[in-house]
C-alpha cells in the first residue's frame, strides 16, 4: 500500500520519523481528520474495535481511537502485503498486541491528545516499546520521582531547575513507559528499580530481570517540536518467554 491508498488529506496519513536505529521503523500520525474520511477509517476496523470505539464517553476520544487503530493497521498491512482490515492483531497472554502469523514483527503505539507514535521493528527475539508525551505537560516532578525513580534518578533531578527538572522527569518517564510496553507489564513494571542515564546518551543501568541492562536499547525518538518521544527495544534471552 502506499500513502495514495490512505483517505482524506494527504496530511492525515501517517508519515516516517527518522529512525534512531537500524531496523527500526517510526512513524507519526495527526489523530484528527474529517468526519468522512473518519467514516471510511471505521471500515478497516474489526468487529471489536468498532464496538471498542463506540464505548468512548466522548465523540473526540472515540474519533481518535478510530483514526489511531486504523492508521495501525494500513501500517502493518503495508508490510504484510495486505489490506487493513486483513490485518490480524491479537493479543498475547499479558495483553499485548502482535501478529501471530508475522512473529518476527513487533510492533507498539503511543499517543498523547491529538497526535500518535507508531514503532515497529522486524527481528525476531526483539520487542519494541515507545512512549509519547507533551513537553508542556505540567508535572510535580520531584513528587512523582518519589513513587517512580530511583534514589540516583532523584538525586540527579533534584540538581536541576524547575523546567530543566520537568523535562528531564518527562524523559525518563518515556524511557520507563516505553520499557514497560515492550515487555507487556505496563503500569505494574518495577518502575523505581529501573535505573535510567540520559546523558552522554539514554541508557539503562541497573534493573531486575527481565530489565537486565544488556538486554535492552533506548533511544530519543526525533519527534516533532513540543513532544518528548522514547523508544525501547527489549533482546530477549532466548531461554525466557
Same mark, same amino acid.
Request: hydrophobic residues 40%; contains cysteine.
Given at each position: $500500500?502506499?500513502? !495514495?491508498?490512505?483517505?482524506?488529506?494527504?496530511?492525515?496519513?501517517?508519515?516516517?520519523?527518522?529512525?534512531?536505529?537500524? %531496523?527500526?521503523?517510526?512513524?507519526?500520525? &495527526?489523530?484528527?481528520?474529517?468526519?468522512?474520511?473518519?467514516?471510511?477509517?471505521?471500515?478497516?476496523?474489526? !468487529?471489536?474495535?468498532?464496538? +471498542?470505539?463506540?464505548? /468512548? %464517553?466522548?465523540?473526540?476520544?472515540?474519533?481518535?481511537?478510530?483514526?489511531?487503530?486504523?492508521?495501525?493497521? /494500513?501500517?502493518?498491512? !503495508?508490510?504484510?502485503?495486505?489490506? &487493513?482490515?486483513?490485518?490480524?492483531?491479537?493479543?498475547?497472554?499479558?495483553?499485548?498486541?502482535?501478529?501471530?502469523?508475522?512473529?518476527?514483527?513487533?510492533?507498539?503505539?503511543?499517543?498523547?491528545? *491529538?497526535?500518535? $507514535? /507508531? %514503532?515497529?521493528?522486524?527481528?525476531?527475539? =526483539? +520487542?519494541?516499546?515507545?512512549?509519547?508525551?507533551?513537553?508542556?505537560?505540567?508535572?510535580?516532578?520531584?513528587?512523582?520521582?518519589?513513587?517512580?525513580?530511583?534514589?540516583?534518578?532523584?538525586?540527579?533531578?533534584?540538581?536541576?531547575?524547575?523546567?530543566? +527538572?520537568?523535562?528531564?522527569?518527562?524523559?525518563?518517564?518515556?524511557?520507563?513507559?516505553? $520499557?514497560?510496553?515492550?515487555? @507487556?507489564?505496563?503500569?505494574?513494571?518495577?518502575?523505581?528499580?529501573? *535505573?535510567? =542515564? +540520559?546523558?552522554?546518551?539514554?541508557?539503562? =543501568?541497573?534493573?531486575?530481570?527481565?530489565?537486565?541492562?544488556?538486554?535492552?536499547?533506548?533511544?530519543?525518538?526525533?519527534?516533532?517540536?513540543?513532544?518528548? %518521544?522514547?523508544?525501547?527495544?527489549?533482546?530477549?534471552?532466548?531461554? @525466557?518467554?
Amino acid at each position: $500500500m502506499s500513502d !495514495s491508498d490512505y483517505p482524506g488529506n494527504a496530511a492525515d496519513a501517517p508519515r516516517p520519523l527518522p529512525a534512531p536505529g537500524p %531496523g527500526i521503523a517510526l512513524w507519526w500520525c &495527526p489523530l484528527a481528520a474529517d468526519d468522512e474520511t473518519v467514516r471510511e477509517l471505521t471500515t478497516w476496523l474489526s !468487529s471489536e474495535e468498532r464496538a +471498542r470505539a463506540a464505548r /468512548f %464517553g466522548k465523540p473526540v476520544l472515540a474519533q481518535r481511537y478510530t483514526i489511531g487503530r486504523a492508521a495501525l493497521r /494500513f501500517l502493518l498491512a !503495508s508490510r504484510l502485503n495486505t489490506s &487493513p482490515p486483513a490485518v490480524r492483531i491479537e493479543r498475547d497472554a499479558r495483553g499485548r498486541p502482535h501478529l501471530s502469523e508475522a512473529p518476527a514483527i513487533d510492533f507498539n503505539v503511543t499517543h498523547t491528545g *491529538d497526535a500518535a $507514535m /507508531f %514503532g515497529l521493528i522486524e527481528a525476531r527475539g =526483539v +520487542r519494541i516499546g515507545v512512549d509519547l508525551e507533551r513537553a508542556s505537560r505540567t508535572v510535580d516532578a520531584l513528587g512523582l520521582a518519589r513513587r517512580v525513580c530511583t534514589p540516583r534518578e532523584r538525586e540527579a533531578l533534584a540538581a536541576l531547575d524547575g523546567h530543566a +527538572r520537568r523535562l528531564a522527569f518527562l524523559r525518563l518517564w518515556t524511557c520507563k513507559e516505553a $520499557m514497560s510496553k515492550a515487555t @507487556g507489564d505496563a503500569l505494574a513494571a518495577p518502575f523505581r528499580q529501573l *535505573d535510567v =542515564v +540520559r546523558e552522554p546518551d539514554l541508557a539503562l =543501568v541497573a534493573g531486575p530481570p527481565p530489565y537486565t541492562p544488556r538486554q535492552w536499547e533506548l533511544d530519543a525518538a526525533d519527534v516533532p517540536e513540543g513532544f518528548i %518521544g522514547t523508544v525501547a527495544l527489549w533482546s530477549r534471552d532466548p531461554a @525466557g518467554d
